[in-house]
């Protein structure tokens, strides 16, 4: 709704009530005019000047300066609907900064001649808003009551828009955010639509805290809203086109990469392959179908025996890819709801946890070395990230790096591709294990009530991890048990001796001696693997354990003596500024230095160096009830 300013026409004076001053009005006085306007306030020689009020038949009011028979300066309007204006005025007409709300909506800004003209935001009054809307807002450039310039739209919706506008449309280079969609899309736009050069991703729903799933994602060329011209599309799956496009379909000359690495090089007509075309004598339409492509330059110098091992991995890959990519999906959907069995990729926390599951500790490799070992797959991985994506295609070559890492230092030195024939001893072995091990992924429910505080898992793993070189660091089980005891795990939750247990379970290759001085390093899994085994295993708090054999596992936690509490008591306060509650690596390091020995020491049977079998759980006791899970959970946080 637009509202015109008031205009001070037909000014005959039909009465006057007031001052005078050599026959003129002077002063303070009324003034009813032939037209029905009425005026209260100075004069001065005659005309209406300073402060005064004027009433119109209709209803508006205005309040505020007067010079010289105009309204000017600063004052109010106020309209018979309830509307008002509350700023600057020049000859009747807003005119600088000011407030004007009606019932369509409130504007705060700049004027120009009674119209919306400069920079000022926009608040829509809606009715009918639904529950969780907010009203729509608009901040930023207008020219003559449009939007026009440079602004952030805010939607009842809860989509929004930030970029360029034109006469009231996005016009030039914006983003807009499509909330209930989870669609944005970031580019050129003409009047209103998408068109010219622009970025849409279709976001998935996300399993909360983590980056488990990926998105579908457009870059190139639309018209009037469509993709149309040369663009690339990557999907969720790892799958990627790039090519034309014409009316929102694949039309044109493309390469399409498949997730398992395949490549196609044709041509696309409306949306599907022209295989009869690209089996042509013309080059570019030409069909050829590639080996997976990975950039094993790190692994291999020798640019002929690359070529071999690439050519005996796609074999590989291609003769067990049903069995691989049952893997993958059976380890992708652990701890997933119901409804979001088609769009989880797998995590780097998974994927940790499938190696586990294949012993590869019996073979010589840790947890932490493994993920040190796939780091190099994807630059864009954080090194100890629990919830980074792993795409099918990262799968591959993750278990390619780590086939090597395990068995290349005794693969036969006469073969031409080593780094398949290891790939292969790795997959064999994978097919061999079937029985998923641990705690944190045996009951959904669990899994599901922790993994969306990965996150808190890992800043607690790097707030107590030792640094490391090159951006490294390293958690050791002794860290762990601090951390334990600074959350109050042995004081308020579980018992001490169930604390060996779990540590050895989770380790195929661990020796009792090595869970007396806990030098074995941890990775976010087998952290979070560790106190969910504390909060399942023990719901009743029997104070004792139970291994393999049958003898009671103790564990002493001697850190606190007094010359520990002398220590930190004089200790330097920790520079940490985090709102954190977790005390900072500086109080662990203080008690660190303590004279007092930190023991952790275990009663067994005589055989105390006979190894514990991760296949066979030491706990028979094993609970599905979530409190106790939400008990840890309580702690930690």
């Not at 004052?75 to 600088?96: E, F, N």
Request: glycine share 10%; hydrophobic share 35%.
């Amino acid at each position: 709704v637009e509202y015109g300013d008031p205009v001070l026409a037909n000014l005959v004076v039909k009465e006057f009530v007031g001052d005078m001053r050599s026959g003129v009005y002077h002063g303070n006085g009324t003034a009813s005019f032939i037209n029905g306007q009425v005026y209260r306030g100075g004069f001065d020689a005659g005309l209406m000047d300073g402060q005064g009020t004027m009433t119109w038949p209709d209803g508006t009011i205005y309040s505020g300066s007067f010079v010289d028979n105009t309204i000017t300066g600063s004052g109010s309007y106020s309209w018979s609907d309830g509307s008002t204006y509350t700023g600057q005025v020049d000859h009747g007409l807003r005119h600088g900064k000011g407030i004007f709300h009606c019932a369509a909506g409130t504007y705060e800004g700049d004027w120009a001649e009674g119209k919306r003209h400069g920079q000022g935001s926009l608040q829509y009054r809606m009715t009918g808003v639904r529950a969780g809307e907010h009203p729509a807002v608009y901040v930023g450039g207008f020219s003559e009551n449009k939007r026009h310039g440079t602004g952030k739209m805010a939607y009842s919706s809860g989509n929004a828009y930030e970029g360029e506008w034109k006469e009231d449309q996005r016009h030039g280079r914006g983003t807009m955010v499509w909330s209930a969609q989870n669609e944005t899309y970031s580019g050129e736009w003409r009047d209103g639509i998408q068109h010219g050069m622009g970025e849409h991703t279709w976001l998935a729903k996300r399993f909360v805290a983590t980056n488990f799933v990926q998105h579908n994602k457009y870059v190139g060329m639309f018209v009037e809203g469509r993709r149309h011209g040369k663009g690339s599309f990557c999907y969720a799956s790892g799958a990627t086109y790039v090519g034309e496009w014409v009316n929102n379909k694949k039309h044109g000359d493309a390469v399409y990469t498949t997730e398992t690495g395949d490549v196609f090089t044709g041509k696309f007509v409306n949306d599907r392959k022209d295989v009869a075309n690209g089996e042509s004598d013309t080059p570019n339409a030409a069909v050829r179908v590639v080996w997976f492509e990975f950039d094993l330059a790190d692994l291999e110098a020798d640019a002929e025996k690359t070529q071999a091992n690439l050519r005996e991995i796609d074999t590989i890959l291609s003769r067990y890819i049903t069995e691989l990519r049952g893997c993958y999906n059976k380890y992708r959907m652990l701890g997933a709801p119901a409804n979001e069995h088609n769009t989880r990729i797998l995590s780097r926390l998974q994927f940790l946890r499938l190696l586990k599951d294949m012993d590869i500790e019996v073979l010589g490799l840790s947890t932490a070395d493994a993920n040190r070992v796939i780091y190099p797959v994807r630059k864009s991985w954080s090194l100890h990230g629990a919830a980074d994506a792993i795409l099918p295609r990262d799968f591959y070559e993750a278990l390619i790096r780590v086939g090597w890492r395990i068995f290349g230092p005794t693969v036969d030195p006469t073969s031409s591709h080593p780094i398949a024939d290891c790939l292969l001893k790795l997959v064999l072995r994978s097919l061999a294990y079937d029985s998923l091990k641990g705690y944190l992924f045996q009951n959904d429910a669990i899994a599901q009530r922790l993994i969306p505080h990965t996150a808190k898992f890992e800043q607690l793993f790097l707030k107590y991890a030792e640094a490391g070189a090159n951006g490294d660091c390293v958690l050791r089980w002794r860290e762990v048990m601090f951390l334990a005891r600074d959350i109050g795990l042995f004081a308020d939750f579980a018992d001490r001796s169930a604390v060996p247990q779990v540590v050895m379970s989770l380790h195929s290759n661990m020796l009792a001696e090595q869970c007396t001085d806990m030098r074995n390093e941890v990775t976010v899994l087998e952290l979070m693997e560790f106190f969910t085994g504390c909060a399942m295993m023990w719901p009743g708090g029997s104070g004792t354990g139970t291994a393999n054999d049958g003898e009671v596992v103790q564990l002493e936690v001697t850190t606190d003596g007094p010359e520990a509490v002398e220590a930190e008591a004089t200790s330097e306060p920790p520079t940490d500024t985090t709102t954190d509650t977790v005390p900072g690596p500086e109080a662990v390091v203080e008690r660190r230095r303590s004279s007092v020995t930190t023991k952790f020491q275990i009663s067994m049977s005589e055989d105390s160096g006979a190894l514990l079998s991760h296949a066979s759980s030491p706990f028979t006791s094993a609970t599905t009830d979530l409190s106790r899970v939400n008990e840890l959970l309580a702690l930690v946080l």
